[in-house]
């Protein structure tokens, strides 16, 4: 996975984040799916995750 720093805080982050509005109870939401899919993110190096409550 390649990475960038994060504006002035200079973390080290991700290129892909990983939109998480999905997950929790939403609609229609799978949550051992969603529990997956968050597992193989992280395996693939993804450590940026948005978690906004709406896009």
Do not use: C, P, Q
Not at 40 to 47: D, R, S, Y
């Amino acid at each position: 996975m390649k990475t960038r720093k994060f504006g002035r805080i200079n973390w080290t982050v991700s290129e892909i984040g990983y939109g998480m509005w999905g997950i929790g109870g939403w609609t229609e939401s799978d949550d051992i799916l969603s529990a997956k899919s968050l597992d193989l993110a992280v395996e693939h190096g993804v450590n940026f995750f948005d978690t906004a409550w709406g896009y």
